[in-house]
């Protein structure tokens, strides 16, 4: 999920001619020989996650009684959270007697595929990328910041800008660049091109492309495509896939593919713009695949409220409920709580912790933010900035990061002209180059001392150091958001903690431990439990409170945040067997309510004259409580 993607609107004319861009192209991908290999495709359509996964399970078990060789299995899932719990099924599956069956099967994503496939000498040369370390180098959202400020040298209005990125990165998600129509103006291919100059100076890929350069890699190297190749190819969750990694998705596999979908549940899980439509373009890549519809449908689950009259009650109830139903009985991992906001899943996940319960959580991926224009306000970045130069001194992106933070262009205008100045002495320059050999680079290198005189340390005593050196007060406090790499202990070196950085950033996943689970909802897509308790289901939390407000929202927009809203709301349906609860307070302060961004019914005067905020259950618990009796995916008002 990318920052970048989260855009303004544009004209709806404009908005119009991009999209008929994107899904009038020729399906001439879909005629590739290369994505048409498999003697066989099979579709399976459900709505309920445990009967799709027990039907991809059977699947398995019908090849390896066939007698296929486990190791010639690969499982592909959407996000590796859903990674565990299919290996965790399938254990469950083989039981003692067969346990080492599983281990065997690969279960991945096709992110950690692209990256294993981008990590490659080959691979490299063919997308005409390399990197200073080998491995495919994932760029931070901050970072992308400074490529942002890069691109406005062209001369675009940021607004204008923003809109023409996600133009083109979903395009790059779609395969679009394949094709010769895809882009008509001229800014259109100025800021492509640009781009990609950038992104191949700086040494560096963003998460669109993985899937993207991967498949071209596999299409112009044979050999290449041999090593990664599965004759099984087995999908969990199709639908919440890029098209791009839909169609890797057929180029790994020899004999056989078997996907699972569901349309009503396309979310964003870990790839951007999940594409929906790859359910039916399926079918036009394999004439012959079998459909098979799941007959069983979801079990109605009951669905009840829970009224709490402050928010200080609800994070301290919901606590108190789950500690009532493991005494009497319930497990531990049957159970979720689905939290709304980070507070929310903090403040909850401290409670249980506080009560000795077993807890795995997981909100979202760690997101590294701060304003790179101000020194104060981006400490943690230029903390981890220093981490990677320390651990790799060419490192082009880390280089161009440190030159430009704390200033209010992030020296955009001097980094450009000196990369199209070194372009055209040497068309693979890239930035380290002229940084550690240049003279303009010496200018660049000052202020770094201090990181030779870390190359002890480790652990906490580095993190307090570096916090120490790069903060404008000179305090050692190391900042909240870096706090999990204290957790390494105290021999950690600075690549130990990039390691956790990139994991926790690009490929996140709950914690192996066995307990509740408390997720955002995103993290749920492809999991299954008895019970679950939403909390803080209330109007601003779900939806947004943008949704209510005209100003923000117009009809257009609301219409499309409602489609949003119901596959997410199709997503916890999906995800619930048993109970659903939906936990919700009724006031709180004004204060509050604001920097929560609650959607206020209407504001009173308590006893103390303090303003207080009246807020409501959200509007779509009704549909929830329809869904629940009719067995059915919600399909919105």
Not at 303 to 312: G, I, K, N, S
Not at 476 to 500: F, H, I
Request: aromatic share 8%; hydrophobic share 40%.
């Amino acid at each position: 999920m990318t920052e970048y993607a989260n855009t303004g609107e544009v004209g709806l004319a404009e908005a119009g001619a991009s999209e008929a861009r994107l899904t009038d192209l020729e399906n001439y991908l879909t005629l590739d020989p290369a994505f048409c290999q498999v003697k066989q495709a099979v579709r399976i359509l459900g709505s309920d996650n445990n009967s799709k996964v027990s039907a991809l399970i059977e699947q398995i078990v019908a090849l390896l009684d066939a007698g296929v060789e486990p190791a010639d299995i690969r499982v592909i899932c959407a996000s590796s959270t859903a990674c565990l719990d299919f290996a965790k099924r399938l254990r469950e599956q083989f039981g003692d007697e067969q346990s080492g069956v599983p281990d065997e099967i690969e279960i991945t994503t096709t992110r950690d595929l692209a990256f294993r496939v981008l990590s490659t000498a080959e691979a490299q040369l063919i997308i005409d990328r390399r990197f200073c370390s080998g491995r495919a180098r994932l760029l931070s959202a901050f970072e992308m910041d400074f490529i942002l400020e890069d691109l406005k040298t062209l001369g675009n209005r940021p607004s204008r800008l923003r809109e023409l990125l996600k133009f083109l990165i979903r395009g790059l998600t779609e395969l679009a660049d394949e094709g010769d129509a895809w882009l008509i103006s001229k800014e259109e291919q100025e800021t492509l091109a640009f781009l990609r100059s950038e992104l191949k100076f700086l040494q560096g890929v963003i998460e669109p492309e993985l899937s993207n350069l991967t498949s071209k890699v596999l299409r112009a190297c044979d050999t290449t495509r041999e090593r990664y190749v599965k004759p099984h190819i087995f999908v969990n969750d199709y639908q919440n896939l890029s098209r791009a990694s839909q169609l890797l998705c057929h180029l790994l596999a020899t004999n056989s593919i078997t996907v699972l979908a569901d349309p009503s549940v396309c979310v964003e899980v870990y790839d951007s713009y999940p594409y929906a439509e790859g359910i039916e373009e399926f079918l036009r890549i394999n004439p012959d695949a079998k459909t098979q519809v799941l007959e069983k449908k979801r079990p109605p689950f009951v669905t009840e409220t829970m009224d709490w009259e402050l928010p200080e009650d609800e994070l301290a109830g919901v606590p108190s409920l789950i500690d009532e139903q493991i005494a009497a009985g319930v497990a531990p991992e049957s159970i979720a709580v689905l939290c709304f906001h980070p507070q929310w899943f903090n403040k909850i996940l401290c409670g249980l912790k506080a009560r000795s319960l077993p807890v795995r959580g997981l909100y979202q991926p760690l997101t590294l933010k701060g304003d790179v224009r101000h020194l104060i306000r981006s400490l943690p970045l230029r903390i981890v900035t220093a981490l990677r130069l320390l651990t790799e001194p060419h490192d082009s992106m880390a280089w161009r990061c440190w030159i430009g933070f704390g200033d209010h262009l992030t020296l955009s205008n001097v980094f450009v002209k000196a990369r199209i100045e070194a372009e055209a002495d040497n068309p693979d320059a890239v930035f380290a180059d002229i940084v550690t050999q240049g003279t303009r680079g010496k200018d660049w290198k000052q202020n770094t001392d201090f990181i030779e005189g870390c190359r002890d340390k480790t652990g906490g005593e580095l993190l307090e150091y570096l916090a120490q050196e790069l903060s404008v007060s000179n305090e050692a406090r190391v900042p909240p958001v870096l706090a999990p790499l204290l957790s390494l202990g105290k021999t950690a070196t600075a690549a130990d903690m990039l390691v956790l950085l990139e994991q926790k950033q690009f490929f996140p996943q709950f914690p192996t431990t066995k307990g509740v689970t408390i997720a955002s909802l995103e993290a749920l897509a492809s999991l299954s439990f008895d019970r679950i308790i939403a909390a803080g289901f209330v109007n601003g939390f779900f939806p947004l409170r943008s949704y209510f407000d005209l100003v923000e929202a117009t009809i257009s927009k609301q219409k499309n945040i409602e489609e949003r809203e119901n596959r997410r709301l199709n997503l916890l349906v999906s995800a619930v067997s048993d109970r659903l609860v939906l936990s919700y307070f009724n006031r709180t302060e004004q204060e509050t309510a604001e920097r929560l961004r609650l959607k206020s019914d209407r504001i009173v005067l308590d006893e103390d004259l303090k303003r207080i905020s009246q807020v409501t259950l959200s509007v779509y618990a009704k549909e929830l409580l329809q869904a629940s009796i009719a067995g059915e995916p919600y399909q919105g008002s």
